[in-house]
């Protein structure tokens, strides 16, 4: 994945976890367990 599109997705997912009412000190590190996701089933994706 690009750094850009790290970046977009990032930027998506705090969005969302603010949008809902996520606990703001733990948006970091919720936002890299979901790009960390993203990554696994790209991977996926890509060798299906």
Do not use: N
């Amino acid at each position: 994945m690009t750094e850009g599109v790290r970046a977009k997705l990032r930027v998506l997912v705090k969005r969302i976890l603010r949008k809902y009412g996520y606990p703001p000190d733990k948006q970091e590190k919720a936002a890299e367990t979901v790009l960390q996701q993203a990554e696994l089933f790209s991977a996926e994706w890509v060798s299906s």
